[in-house]
Each structure stands twice: as C-alpha cells, then as structure tokens.
C-alpha cells in the first residue's frame, strides 16, 4: 500500500510541476508518457503491473493523444474488473461449465471458448488449456482449473429460468424497442411458469440435457422448441 501512494506522490508531483495532465510523466530521454498503476486484483488478469502509452515529445503533442490514451486505459481496466466480477459470481454460484468458457473466451477469443464446449480441441487448444489453468492456480477453485487442464467440461444443466434467458439473448435485435417488448413477454412467461409449478422449480431446478433431446440446451435454437413445448408463446 506505501508503495502505491509513493507511485501515485512521484506522479502528482510531475504533474504539478510540468503542469501535465494526470497519469502524465517525462521519462529521462524528454519523451512523455501516460503511467498507470493497475489495481493489485487485476494484476493477474491484465499481466503486468502498470499500463503506459508514449504521449509524444512535446506537449502540444501530450495535449493531442491524452484524452485517447487515458480512454484506452481505462477501457482495459474497465473491461478486466467486469470480467473479474463475472468470474467472481460463477465461483459463488459454483458452475464450473460456465466459469471455464468465460476464462478461456477471455484469453483466447469467443471461437476457442466455442471450440472447447463442442468438444472441437485440437493439440494446440489443449496445450493452450493446460498453460492457462497452470496460470490460474491459486486464483479459481482446484476443481474448475483441474476440469480447464483436461479440456473437459461438465454437463450442462439448466432451469426453466436459463432457458428463457437463453431464448432472450438468441432472439436480441439490438433494437431498444423491439428488445424491451421481448423482455416484457420472457418476464410473463416466468411469472406464468412461478405461478404454475413454484419458484424453486422454475429457478432453481435443473434439468440435465439427456433428460429429453428436445429439452437439449446446448443448442440455443432448441430453446424455442423448449419454451414452446411449456406452452409459452413467444
């Protein structure tokens, strides 16, 4: 901690006396540039300590690519403290399918994450699987990192309630008024479904998808058929 406060005193005092922007330093050969500390709990998530953009060597030039540096920046910290919120709250929810691909679409892009839950792994996906669960101990629970090293993932299991949701988000427009009228409807179909077998059955009940095939939720283009076949009209 007195580490980061004698990071953040060299910076502000900088600032003030080159009158720079905040985050802004002049390294020894004259060049300036953007500075910023990377929060310890993101440290792993992000690789490295602090993140830096070359401004220029004047200040006119410091002027011009400030606001586009700082803008980067915090888009990278931004995007890792969600993505760090997300992993937290699959731990909580103890679904290691899910935490499993969100790490891997992290690292290595949507196409590896949909690679691996159809079961397309190649030699260098698994070997790239094993280095990123090696990377991980220590941050994520044993068994989930042990699941990512095989390149394996468990059976999926969801509730009336996940299916909707998955409906919800094949069926997204990207139109505000469009989506909020399917929003509206999925919300009456929950409701309906509480009202006819109970919250605990429609939340929190899962259901394994060799129970039926056409209850299969791997496939979000089952999910109609699924939703159909409860009697909702979507």
Known sequence: MQEEDNDASVTNEDTEILNLPLYTER?????????????????????????????GKTKQEVVRKWLSAHAEIEEILTSAIEGESKAQELIRKKDHRATILHLVEEEYGKEA???????????NLEYALMDLADRLEGQYPKKTLSLMHGAVLPERSDS????????AEFKQTGYGATDHRLKVRIAKCKA????????YKVKQATYSSHHSKRCQCLSRYACRAYVCKLGCEI
Do not use: H, M, T, W
Not at 28 to 51: E, F, M, N, T
Not at 117 to 123: F, H, I, K, R
Not at 193 to 199: D, M, T, Y
């Open 192 to 199: 309906d479904l509480i009202e006819a077998l109970g919250a």
């Open 160 to 167: 009336f309630a996940d299916v909707l949701d998955y409906y």
């Open 113 to 123: 994450a949909q690679r691996l839950e159809v079961g397309a792994v190649d030699d």
């Open 27 to 55: 390294k020894a050969d004259g060049i300036y540039r953007y500075r910023r500390r990377v929060p310890k709990p993101l440290v792993s998530r992000i690789g490295k300590g602090y993140l830096y953009r070359n401004l």
